[in-house]
């Protein structure tokens, strides 16, 4: 015979398994629709996300002109770029195929670090929140890690590229990533902290001193849009996990 303790008991299962239930079906019911794939070439330069005149050591001629030259640029070439690929068909020579391709990775790649770029720049410069925590945790401390985000940002002074810390989804954790192009990257992650070191983002206010470019950078980094990255990044890997 079934106890008064265990019908309470299998009642409180039935019970939980049955909100469970409930709170899967309103998850699945709250959940947006898939986004519609956008059209080839219809991407729209996103406009900056601060003031260009008030942020220190960057000036508003410099910043306009990385944004309206090279970013917008980026993304009117993305933008022809797959226009021609809708094009392509069986016949199409590979050299063609390959090329277009190559240059729809790199265009991709920079209009969404350029994005990323200009969305974390325009704060005061002064760490806190989760960011901080994470950074302390991983690299002993906040100025360590600083300490070997600049030494990588220093390594490509005089050439080109990107500094970004990564939420890296394959290993679970935040790395520094130095590259020399827009089609290197680390294949799965979510970018926190995106530096550009090509010279257009520096050389109209300092010319070949790209240190004193990393000092001004981290004076206006907007640290609060790190961490809502970094929490964004969190429920991915938690997803990707599940």
Known sequence: MTTRRELFQLAGGAAAGALLTSTIADAKKMAPPPAAPPKPGSH?????????????????????????????????????????????????????????????????????????????????????GAIDKRLVAQFGSAARWEELFRASAMSLGGGSGWVILDANFASGDLHIYATSGHSQSVASGQPLLVLDMYEHAYAIDYGAAHAKYIDAFFQNVRWDEVDRRLARADRAMAALKA
């Open 44 to 128: 729209e330069p996103v406009p900056l996300p601060f003031d260009p005149s008030k942020l220190r050591g960057l000036s508003a001629a410099m910043l306009i002109s990385h944004h309206d030259n090279n970013y917008v640029g980026a993304v009117k070439n993305l933008n022809k770029v797959e226009l021609e690929l809708d094009k392509v068909t069986k016949d199409t020579p590979g050299f063609d195929v390959f090329g277009l391709r190559e240059r729809e990775l790199t265009y991709t790649n920079s209009k969404i670090l350029h994005e990323q770029y200009f969305g974390n720049l325009g704060g005061d410069g002064k760490i806190a």
